[in-house]
């Protein structure tokens, strides 16, 4: 009987340590492996993703490629430039694979794509066997399951149906050796992905090549892409990543047992630097170069022997182990909701708050479309500002411009900034918010990015939205003298301690003494002098905070969530006063918290749905009633959504 021939498709385990789908593969004793890549145009394109992240996932491919080739001389990771649903039909005739294996996703548009590959491989007659998800500590699936099929909203309820599972599985062995690839010749044609609308654009110096040079690439040898490639300005970060990387440094880190033991996440300094508070693992978690089974066993380990020597220890939410339970909880919750759980809109689990800048809704998918409403000028002002770090209050600035730069900050500084453009600040929509993360972030985990800004926002996994961070006394908390501030807002980096958090105070002879001008809104970078422009507070933080309470308060009296009626079809306004906070004017709204039907893709039944629609309900959606879809507008042509992301385009 033939040996099998294999194809393992790499994707978020970019690792050899901890890869059951790998060691399934293995375990069919293939006669070749290929361990492949799909460059996948979903994310060249259609996802944030800003340069810095791209620079990690760059690493982390050149690492396990390294990896590989340090077992056989003869392979590595083969990258194929050309999406995985209408790549693999051509690989598995071209190199008559018998296998395909990977390791299994849950997010939802890997769902989507896996199914399509899944169907694709069957016709084919190609086996396919999905390794079990070490992404996360448990399958996020089955403690969904065990959670009565729905969303895992607190660590009690993710602990309980994740002991219905089963014990967290330890890890597997690393490889020792690979089998060869068989011939790596293609003879095929690359069906080029379409490249508009292109969201990452904004990020290009130079035009996207990925795909310009055919499916291996510039050299014809499967070669990793790079960001000159991809048009992308050079990383920022100072962030590398890779598996030999993190583990190397876990190895240091896991040394000092009694910092393992004891950490406690609330007690790490959000201002600290070179280096940072914390481990650092979560981009690594992400791209799967760190196993979270091997993280969570090899501090487990740690602890236990420490508990049976009746040595102190810190336990789950905020010890190291609870930081792995919290991921795993927003897994569950996104792995229950779907496409539903990143929005407002039809999300079961989500409070609707009349947010301002609330986002685009097309009505026919239940999706939003990517884009948002400016109700407000002012608002959309004070967006620009938080998101480039010109607010006038220096500790949102120095964390937004660490985010800028870096692409990390700490998990209370995301708490800070969020807070402060949500509920305790400007009133504007956390999807907002999420997208400049998700652009940002070299550790953006779609669940997790997702899930935190709810729980700051208090729209989902926690309620107490009078507990407010103050953009003043919270950095003086961390960081007293300003040191933080001063050295990622280095304009005010002469300015006395008394000022350092509140700029605009400091008397016009202090200012200068000390290199730079208050005032403005941050439009202006230097004054005619050549001084630097710092500007005064975009709002008086103790007013604001007061409207941003209020309009709390109404908002969970009110109690809809977004899959509620009255927030599908606009109704909703007749239940908030015209003078309450977002957009509340009028009594007829428009899907989700837009102000109006104005901007509603394809509300008027006039254009044909897009052929993904009929599967809405499959991402726990509800469909828009007939009253929204008499109030409709014409769908404007730029506005995409998600459905159709996995579609076969043309050849070019």
Not at 185 to 213: F, H
Not at 507 to 535: F, H, N, T
Not at 608 to 632: C, D, F, I, Q
Request: charged share 25%; aromatic share 10%; glycine share 8%.
């Amino acid at each position: 009987m033939p040996q099998p021939r294999v194809l393992y498709w790499f994707r978020t385990d970019l690792r050899l340590h901890d890869s059951p789908a790998l060691k399934a593969a293995l375990d069919l004793k293939p006669e070749v492996l290929y361990p492949i890549w799909c460059w996948d145009s979903h994310y060249v394109y259609r996802a944030r993703v800003g340069n810095n992240r791209w620079q990690f996932l760059i690493d982390c491919m050149n690492d396990v490629s390294g990896s590989i080739t340090k077992l056989n001389a003869e392979s590595k990771l083969f990258v194929l430039r050309e999406p995985a649903v209408t790549l693999l039909p051509k690989l598995f005739k071209a190199w008559k694979i018998t296998h395909l294996v990977f390791e299994k996703d849950t997010d939802a548009y890997a769902k989507e794509r896996d199914k399509q590959v899944i169907e694709s491989a069957e016709k084919a007659g190609v086996k396919v066997i999905v390794g079990p998800q070490s992404r996360t500590l448990w399958d996020s699936d089955e403690v969904m399951k065990a959670n009565g099929g729905k969303p895992t909203m607190s660590i009690t309820q993710l602990q309980a149906a994740g002991a219905k599972v089963g014990a967290i599985a330890r890890p597997v062995g690393t490889p020792t050796s690979l089998p060869s690839p068989g011939d790596v010749g293609l003879d095929i044609d690359q069906e080029r992905p379409a490249d508009k609308p292109d969201i990452n654009g904004k990020y290009r110096d130079s035009d996207e090549k990925t795909y310009s040079s055919g499916i291996a690439g510039p050299q014809r040898d499967y070669s990793v892409p790079t960001l000159d490639e991809l048009g992308m300005k050079p990383a920022t970060t100072p962030h590398r990543g890779g598996e030999t990387l993190i583990l190397a440094r876990l190895e240091k880190i896991l040394a000092d047992e009694d910092y393992t033991a004891t950490f406690e996440k609330p007690k790490t300094s959000p201002a600290a630097f070179e280096p940072q508070s914390t481990f650092l693992t979560s981009p690594f978690l992400h791209f799967g170069a760190l196993s979270a089974r091997y993280f969570y066993h090899r501090v487990e380990d740690i602890v236990e022997k420490r508990r049976k020597e009746k040595k102190a220890v810190s336990t789950p939410p905020t010890s190291l182990t609870g930081q792995l339970l919290f991921r795993d909880m927003y897994f569950v919750a996104q792995a229950a909701l779907g496409y539903s759980f990143g929005q407002t809109y039809g999300n079961s689990h989500c409070r609707f708050i009349p947010w301002h800048l609330p986002s685009k809704v097309d009505v026919s998918t239940g999706l939003v479309t990517g884009e948002y409403e400016v109700d407000d000028k002012g608002k959309e002002k004070e967006f620009q500002r938080w998101r480039e770090g010109k607010t006038g209050f220096p500790w949102i600035d120095a964390i937004m411009r660490q985010l800028k730069q870096e692409g990390w900050i700490h998990h209370l500084a995301r708490h800070a900034v969020a807070c402060f453009l949500t509920r305790g600040g400007c009133y504007i929509s956390w999807e907002r918010g999420a997208e400049v993360f998700e652009e940002w972030l070299v550790d953006h985990e779609a669940a997790c990015n997702i899930g935190n800004w709810q729980w700051l926002s208090c729209t989902a996994f926690y309620a107490m939205f009078y507990r407010c961070y103050s953009p003043v006394a919270f950095g003086k908390k961390w960081d007293d003298n300003g040191a933080f501030v001063r050295k990622y807002v280095p304009e005010l980096k002469g300015l006395p301690k008394k000022y350092i958090y509140e700029p605009h105070k400091a008397p016009i002879q202090d200012q200068k003494k000390a290199g730079v001008v208050i005032r403005g809104d941050g439009s202006e970078e230097m004054s005619d002098d050549g001084l630097p422009v710092y500007p005064k507070p975009m709002f008086d933080f103790n007013v604001q905070r007061e409207i941003c309470m209020q309009g709390m308060k109404t908002a969970y009296r009110v109690g809809l969530h977004g899959n509620d009626p009255k927030v599908l079809d606009g109704s909703w306004k007749e239940l908030f006063a015209d003078d309450g906070a977002g957009p509340t004017e009028g009594k007829e709204g428009g899907p989700g918290g837009m102000a109006s039907f104005e901007d509603a893709d394809e509300a008027d039944g006039s254009h044909e749905a897009p052929a993904k629609a009929k599967s809405t309900s499959k991402r726990n959606v509800p469909k828009v009633s007939p009253e929204a879809a008499r109030k409709g507008h014409k769908r404007e042509h730029s506005q995409g959504t998600l459905d159709g992301a996995l579609g076969k385009k043309a050849k070019s």
